[in-house]
T-cell receptor, first 110, second 112 residues
Framework: EDQVTQSPEALRLQEGESSSLNCSYT??????LFWYRQDPGKGPEFLFT???AGEEKEKERLKATLTKKESFLHITAPKPEDSATYLC???????????FGGGTRVLVKP | SAVISQKPSRDICQRGTSLTIQCQVD?????MFWYRQQPGQSLTLIAT?????????ESGFVIDKFPISRPNLTFSTLTVSNMSPEDSSIYLC?????????FGPGTRLLVL
């Protein structure tokens, strides 16, 4: 059974204070690892898909990396508008379903 | 990307009643999914909505409680039947499009 664990559960940052979120996973045949951002009262917003170890993707202040066991979401010089819950999910070889981690709630204070 | 809308956006229902949630995608998609997000928790897949055939349910979810329809490649409905307060949750529709799953805004359900 696919499993995803995210840490920390919550993260409080000062504006400009860079940090990293961790997503550890076990999956049978990784087809893709997904990062989403979810704002309160809204559905998850797609950020990145990573397919193989060593792959990296960037979008504004966010950079996602992937190894064979975990993925990191690096937030560089965050701004208050980066405050959200960040969700990690894996898609295994067994099918099209996504298995989600518990998420990391990020609060960036001005 | 695919744009997904859901109706209703929120509802308050009495126990024992049923609610049908609609999901509309702006593109034809092969895969549509229904997830539940309980308060303060992450997303759990309820079922995969298959066009032209019965939905595929995950462990712990049954068709009698969560009947799903998928009449075409852009539309699906999820019914939450015989509701109890434990069904209070956010219900999310998603669609697989170009190897990515995109999500709707969710339906916030409160059962009294």
């Amino acid at each position: 059974e696919d499993q995803v664990t995210q840490s920390p559960e919550a993260l409080r940052l000062q504006e400009g204070e860079s940090s990293s979120l961790n997503c550890s996973y076990t999956v049978s045949g990784l087809r893709g690892l997904f990062w989403y951002r979810q704002d309160p009262g809204k559905g998850p917003e797609f950020l990145f898909t990573l397919y193989s170890a060593g792959e990296e993707k960037e979008k504004e202040r966010l950079k996602a990396t992937l190894t064979k066991k975990e993925s990191f979401l690096h937030i560089t010089a965050p701004k208050p508008e980066d405050s959200a819950t960040y969700l990690c999910a894996v898609q295994g070889a067994a099918g099209n379903k996504l298995t989600f981690g518990g998420g990391t709630r990020v609060l960036v204070k001005p | 990307s695919a744009v997904i809308s859901q109706k209703p956006s929120r509802d308050i229902c009495q126990r024992g009643t049923s609610l049908t949630i609609q999901c509309q995608v702006d593109s034809q998609v092969t895969m549509m999914f229904w997830y539940r997000q309980q308060p303060g928790q992450s997303l759990t897949l309820i079922a995969t909505a298959n066009q032209g055939s019965e939905a595929t349910y995950e462990s712990g979810f049954v068709i009698d409680k969560f009947p799903i329809s998928r009449p075409n490649l852009t539309f699906s409905t999820l019914t939450v039947s015989n509701m109890s307060p434990e069904d209070s949750s956010i219900y999310l529709c998603s669609a697989g499009y170009q190897e990515t799953q995109y999500f709707g805004p969710g339906t916030r359900l409160l059962v009294l």
